[in-house]
């Protein structure tokens, strides 16, 4: 059946250029090759299709008929061809993401410019702070921050989330500022925990001073907005993005821990269910995404 659309195709094409030789040159095989194949075809469907002569070509009256059906196959491979390089060159269609809550509230500044750069594409989000099935939600892409489970989705970093020590006043009234890391394990902790593990550990340094701690939180939520609240409620210490707390600062909810400390930068990526081939929509969001979350953007 392949070899039949190969020759009902190679014929739309001659009568298209009009001759075997346009043909042959336009489908970038040989004069006998064309010739050959529709040899072929009329010996398979039994009629003869063209009329040959020296000077020109011409299509029998069966051949008219069944012409018409083949031009018609071969514009439509043409135009699916062409939509398809449209989605590879060009964004287009709905572009479906998933990103965590809090960071749900950047991706309109970031998506914006392509958004309106491409009429073609719109956007579709699901903001949750569960890991998404991709494929049964139809995701094209996901926005994760921190340590990704293994997983055969693709993977690729498009920014990291500077992190701070915050704490509310109330919290520091009641139980003190800490000075030194040592005196952190004393205190109660908040943390941002997608999993079902028990305790935390962190390596924390600060100038000269190092201190491994191993800690089992006084409260966690997989949501960082409601660990901010949390915190802010006075109930503990936690680990916040700094660009995530600014109002909080300067409302005076929440106070910033011992100046110096050196956190970890919490990596920010993109994932997608594709790893070869990725759609023009995607391809281009992460490019945004990327543009945006840069340091020279938010510089």
Not at 5 to 28: C, I
Not at 105 to 117: D, H, S, V
Not at 137 to 155: C, V
Request: hydrophobic letters at 45%; one cysteine or more.
């Amino acid at each position: 059946m392949l070899d039949q659309l190969k020759r009902m195709a190679v014929l739309a094409t001659v009568v298209e250029q009009g001759s075997f030789v346009a043909a042959a040159r336009q489908l970038q095989t040989s004069t006998s090759a064309v010739s050959q194949q529709l040899r072929a075809l009329e010996r398979d469907m039994g009629v003869t299709l063209l009329h040959r002569s020296t000077r020109k070509l011409s299509l029998t009256p069966a051949g008219e008929r069944f012409h018409a059906g083949c031009a018609t196959m071969l514009a439509a491979a043409r135009q699916a061809q062409q939509e398809l390089l449209q989605l590879r060159d060009a964004p287009e269609g709905e572009l479906r993401i998933a990103a965590p809550v809090g960071f749900a509230r950047q991706l309109g500044p970031a998506l914006a410019p392509l958004l309106l750069a491409h009429p073609g594409l719109s956007l579709h989000l699901e903001v949750e702070d569960g890991f998404t099935d991709l494929v049964d939600r139809r995701i094209d892409l996901a926005i994760r921050f921190g340590r990704l489970p293994d997983s055969s989705w693709a993977a690729r970093r498009i920014g990291e989330k500077s992190m701070g020590l915050y704490a509310a006043p109330t919290y520091l009234a009641r139980r003190g500022v800490p000075a030194q890391l040592a005196e952190l394990a004393g205190h109660d902790w908040l943390a941002l925990r997608p999993g079902t593990e028990q305790t935390l550990v962190l390596t924390l340094r600060r100038a000269d001073e190092q201190a491994q701690l191993q800690l089992r939180p006084r409260a966690s939520s997989n949501n960082q907005l409601s660990l901010q609240q949390l915190c802010e409620a006075g109930l503990g210490l936690a680990m916040l993005g700094g660009d995530d707390v600014d109002e909080a600062l300067r409302a005076g909810r929440l106070l910033p821990l011992l100046p110096g400390l050196q956190l970890p930068p919490l990596p920010i990526h993109a994932l997608s269910p594709q790893r070869d081939a990725q759609p023009a929509k995607v391809r281009h969001a992460i490019a945004a995404l990327q543009s945006y979350l840069s340091p020279a953007s938010s510089g």
